[in-house]
């Protein structure tokens, strides 16, 4: 007896022994030595800087196993886009593994800095910041645009990030997740790194971001539904979100078999803004291989300004299958286009050569052009030959197509080796095309016929990131929410005919196994079902009245599941869940005015117009919203790029709080009742390409109210939106 008893007591004793040295964590640690934390979890409650990282790692030569070890921000009292600080800070090494992590609820959930030879293995970095989305099924808000064409001060941080890597040497990003939150891998001043076998999927801006990154090895990674910007069958927009996004001097990077669908742009690269300036550089070099980018809202690649390699791909139902414009000797080959509504779209291109493609149904196959005049801000033009010319358009396979070749202001084209099956028409060219040969030619045959080696990324044990996603197959499938893209993991109720004007309502009911039954609903009659299983629909009218106030409230009861935020929800727990919608018409009249600031500047004078001056407005329309939005300026007879919008309504209301937002660019103020309550009349407080949103809560009484919107656009792109919710 004693003898069993003795081995029992030293393993108990080495077991708490080993415990021991397992460290814990605390906000401020600094690891500096490989070491194995504790499991469990950590509220470490994110700083508002992120210069004051709850975990610094430093050290050469180091391994830090979390051992599955969660961090939380304070993820339980804040929404996402109120996420704050950074959960781990990497900088000062080499040779630096990270593993077996879980960070949530934080700004950006890891940062490394200048570090070579990293390495993040197994780590979770779902669930951390990302912007609440203010566009609807039925309405865009131009708001939601974001613009990553400047990094240099790590600008891109102000999105958030799961992953932020700057100036790190061959880094290794294996088996780590991210979703439900906006950015996933973003890597800046990166070179010789192996990205794979990841999944970074269902976030609502960017799957894997490079800047000023070389020779790295992007493979075997699902970044599927990276999307934002889009209602299916209303509006088609994308908003600069992306599965792969590729800018700023970007070369010589391998992606290979990645599924990038239901993206924004599948893959989106632009040279950057020092070649927009001088013609110089490029994102050049670059090779997609293998790789599936269909069902974007937008292009499912587009490569501009730039020399690449397009070899392999899927492209099926885009907008544009591949948006080129101003590339050159870029190579297009092999790849599998079908029911895009443009298969290959180049403006200004030169030297490209299209070769072995199928091009199956949808819309027009290939457009190639330039325009008379180009925008004179650019430098490239200034310094670049951007004719559209010289063109190989060779052994490739179109089947049922209305146009083959749309061509125009392009000069030097071989079309030849092509097979054809239906179309209407094959060529459709303006008189400004010039030298287009359509014979045969063997020398050019030739060499285009000579078998290539595939190159293929060394990396064991790849994942199959293709596999058993058919079922979401279909732009059908982007159903994007106030928080991104749904995930398909937890229950929901949408509204399959958002800007059908009939009253007929048809909601479909889809989540995880279980059961469901109305708890509650308003503004609705004739509910065809009060309860039933998953999937599942429900019918129902609209009660006509003159505000829209519709609530559909129910209750799922069934499996374990992950709600959009994380949260575990267990089984046979209720969870509720719900269709909103609201819309309070105001009987606005809106006068646009021009003006020249040189004489006159509204933003700077304590007045709109001159003193004594009558000014006539330029336009006027009847309208129940304000809902603008102007590229160049406003036309009334002219085109006016500075011009004075004011916008005076009445609407009646029940007593209650209500949520107001204005979206603008480049002033607003916003005066309920005569009093000014949002008041942002000076633009240069927003620094970046983008439109700005504001929300405040005010309180109405029962009665009739006055709303009046002054807005100034100095010049560019303007939008003016104003929305009324009422809190529930």
């Known amino acids: 007896m004693v003898k069993k008893i003795i081995p029992f007591f030293i393993l108990f004793f080495l077991s708490i022994h080993m415990l021991g040295q397992k460290k814990k964590l605390f906000f401020g640690k600094t690891i500096n030595r490989s070491v194995k934390i504790r499991p469990g979890t950590y509220t470490l409650t ?14 050469d030569n180091i391994t830090v196993d979390f051992n599955g070890a969660v961090i939380v921000g304070d993820s339980k009292n804040k929404m996402p886009d109120a996420f704050l600080g950074l959960a781990i800070l990497v900088k000062g090494g080499k040779n630096i593994t990270i593993k077996n992590l879980t960070v949530k609820g934080f700004k950006v959930a890891f940062l490394a800095r200048d570090i070579e030879q990293l390495r993040v293995d197994h780590c979770d970095f779902s669930y951390n910041y990302r912007q609440h989305l203010n566009s609807t099924q039925e309405k865009e808000d131009m708001s939601d645009w974001m613009s990553y064409h400047h990094n240099e001060q790590d600008e891109w941080l102000r999105y958030g990030a799961a992953l932020y890597l700057k100036n790190c040497l061959t880094p290794v990003i294996t088996n780590c997740r991210v979703t439900g939150g906006q950015n996933a891998l973003m890597m800046s001043g990166c070179r010789n790194g192996i990205i794979y076998n990841n999944d970074f999927s269902f976030n609502s801006g960017i799957g894997i971001g490079l800047y000023r990154s070389q020779l790295n090895t992007i493979a075997y990674n699902k970044v599927d539904f990276n999307v934002r910007g889009y209602s299916h069958g209303v509006y088609s927009r994308g908003q600069d979100s992306a599965g792969i996004l590729v800018y700023e001097q970007s070369q ?9 669908t239901h993206g924004g742009d599948g893959f989106f690269l632009w040279a950057g803004q020092s070649t927009m300036d001088d013609g110089k550089g490029g994102c050049n070099d670059n090779l997609l291989n293998g790789n599936d980018f269909s069902y974007a809202p937008t292009n499912g690649i587009e490569a501009t300004f730039s020399r690449n390699r397009i070899i392999n791909n899927r492209v099926y139902e885009c907008d544009y299958g591949f948006w080129g414009g101003y590339s050159y000797a870029t190579t297009i080959s092999a790849n599998k286009f079908r029911n895009n509504k443009t298969d290959i779209a180049i403006e200004h291109g030169q030297q ?12 027009e196959a290939i457009k190639l052009w330039a325009n008379a ?9 200034k310094y670049r030959d951007t004719r559209s010319r010289d063109y190989v358009i060779a052994l490739n396979s179109f089947f049922k197509k209305p146009t083959v070749f749309d061509i125009a202001q392009t000069e030097n084209l ?16 303006d008189s400004a095309v010039k030298n287009l040969d359509t014979a045969f030619d063997a020398q050019l045959n030739a060499a285009l016929s000579e078998d290539t080696k595939e190159e293929i990324p060394d990396i064991r044990e790849p994942n199959d990131p293709f596999k058993g996603s058919g079922w979401l197959a279909g732009r059908k499938n982007i159903m994007m929410t106030a928080w991104g893209p749904y995930d398909f993991r937890y229950p929901i109720c949408w509204n399959t005919r958002p800007t059908d004007t009939s009253g007929l309502l048809n909601f479909k009911i889809v989540g995880p196994n279980g059961n469901w039954k109305v708890r509650s ?4 009659e004739g509910l065809s079902k009060l309860e039933g299983g998953f999937p599942d629909s429900i019918t129902a009218r609209k009660i006509q009245s003159s505000v829209t106030d519709l609530a559909l409230e129910l209750e799922f009861t069934g499996e374990t599941f992950t709600d959009p935020f994380g949260h575990e929800i267990k089984n046979g727990s209720p969870y509720p869940f719900s269709y909103q919608h609201f819309f309070l018409p105001i009987d606005f009249t809106v006068n646009w005015y021009s003006f020249d600031s040189l004489f006159h500047n509204p933003l700077k004078e304590q007045s709109l117009f001159p003193a004594n001056a009558r000014i006539r407005p330029i336009k006027t329309e009847k309208t129940r919203q304000l809902d603008y939005a102007w590229w160049g300026g406003i036309k009334a007879g002219k085109q006016y790029e500075q011009f ?28 309920v009742d005569g009093k000014l309550i949002i008041n942002e009349w000076n633009p240069s407080l927003y620094g970046f390409d983008e439109s700005p949103q504001k929300k405040l809560v005010i309180h109405l009484a029962k009665g009739n109210h006055f709303f009046r919107v002054e807005h100034v656009e100095l010049g560019g792109f303007a939008v003016l939106s104003l929305k009324i919710n009422k809190q529930q």
């Not at 010589?252 to 990038?260: P, V």
């Not at 005049?373 to 033009?381: D, F, I, K, V």
């Open 46 to 59: 994110g700083s508002g800087s992120l210069d004051q990282p709850a975990i610094i790692i430093t050290g």
């Open 252 to 260: 010589q990077n391998h992606f290979y078999k990645n599924s990038a």
């Open 352 to 363: 490209n050569t299209i070769t072995y493609n199928i091009f199956d149904q949808g819309g």
């Open 373 to 381: 005049l180009q925008p004179g801000s650019w430098g490239y033009p």
């Open 414 to 429: 071989n079309i030849f080796g092509n097979s054809y099956g239906e179309y209407e028409q094959l060529f459709k060219l």
């Open 521 to 524: 609903f308003r503004g609705l």
């Open 644 to 671: 004075i919008t004011v916008g005076e309504g009445a609407a009646e209301t029940e007593e209650g709080n209500y949520e107001l937002a204005v979206t603008w660019d480049d002033a607003v103020r916003v005066f």
